[in-house]
C-alpha cells in the first residue's frame, strides 16, 4: 500500500495543490497529514484528493470546529493523534514529536509520522520514523512531502519545488 505523508502545509495553497496532483498522480490509498493545515479554506485544495485523508491538528490550528466542517466529506482530523491499521502496519500520526524516541522505542508501532518540527527525518529503527517536512515551504524554502510504501517500508521524499524530483529513499 501506498500512503501520501505531509504535514505543516500552513495555507501554502499553491504547495497544497502540488501536493494533491502527485498524490493522486501515484495512486496513493491513503494520505496522512501531521497536522497545522491552518485554514478551512485548505479545503479548496484537499476536496480534489482521489482517495481519503486522516490527519491531526497541530499547534497552529486554531479554528478547529470549522475546520472539521469543512474537511468532513473528504477526510477526518483527530485531535492530537490518530492509531490506526493501513497495509498491514501498525501506524500513529502525530503532529509534535513529544515522547518521540519512547514511542518509536516501545515497538507499538511499524510507523510514526509526525510533523512540527517543518524538518524532513527518515528515521530506521524498530519503528520506522518519517517527519515529511514542510509542504508549505514558510520556513525552510523546502516544500516537501514523503511516499510511503508500507510493502517494502520505503519511504521517498519528494521536493514540491524541483518538480517533484525525489531527493531522498529510505528503506525500513
Known sequence: MKLGLMADSHENMPAIAKAVA?????????????GD?????TA?????????????FGNNDGEKFFLREKFREIGEIHERKWEGELGGKRVLLLHAPDMLDALSASGA?????????????????KTLVVNP??????????CTVA?????????????????????QTVSH
Not at 37 to 41: A, D, F, L, V
Not at 45 to 54: D, G, H, Y
Not at 133 to 142: K, N, P
Not at 147 to 165: C, F, P, S, V, W
Open 44 to 56: 479548496k485544495e484537499f476536496a480534489r484528493l482521489k482517495m481519503p485523508l486522516t490527519a491531526v
Open 37 to 41: 493545515i491552518i485554514s478551512p479554506i
Open 109 to 125: 508501532y511499524d510507523l510514526i509520522v509526525y510533523g512540527h518540527t517543518h524538518e524532513v527525518v527518515v528515521r530506521q529503527g
Open 133 to 142: 517536512g514542510e509542504c508549505g515551504g514558510w520556513l525552510t524554502g523546502r
Open 22 to 34: 502527485l498524490f493522486n498522480q501515484e495512486g496513493v490509498a491513503r494520505v496522512l497529514h501531521a
Open 147 to 167: 511516499i510511503l510504501d508500507t510493502e517494502r517500508m520505503t519511504a521517498e521524499i519528494r521536493d514540491l519545488k524541483r518538480g517533484q524530483a525525489t531527493f
